[in-house]
């Protein structure tokens, strides 16, 4: 079983939290799963490492340590902001790389 969701990096709507509820409630009742996936839809909210950093770190811990993949990635800044020349849409792009492939917890994206 791979378990799979979105909103759970920028925690949208505290989808983190039920996440981790949602992790506990399985592994109580017993039902396996191999892996956490993470789609990763993020909007006009600049990636933030060290926040996602806790996230990844906090799931891989509660959930005993199982795999963790980025199954889907886009950062869309909605026309929120103004960014002519891509060059925020490419920094966006570079911090959420570094930061997952940095962590030992990432299975792969």
């Known amino acids: 079983l791979f378990l799979n969701d ?8 505290n989808r983190f939290n039920m996440y981790l509820d949602q992790i506990r409630d399985l592994q109580e009742r017993g039902a396996p799963f ?12 600049r990636v933030d490492p060290e926040y996602f950093k806790y996230v ?5 811990h509660e959930s005993g340590g199982v795999p963790i993949w980025i ?6 800044q909605k026309g929120v902001v103004s960014d002519p ?3 925020i849409n490419a920094k966006q ?17």
């Open 6 to 13: 979105y909103g759970i990096l920028d925690n949208r709507y």
């Open 34 to 45: 191999d892996a956490i996936g993470l789609q990763s839809h993020l909007g006009a909210s």
């Open 56 to 60: 990844v770190e906090t799931l891989h």
């Open 71 to 76: 199954t889907e990635f886009d950062w869309n």
């Open 85 to 87: 020349d891509d060059s």
């Open 93 to 109: 792009i570079e911090d959420f790389y570094r930061i997952m492939f940095s962590l030992p917890e990432i299975e792969g994206i």
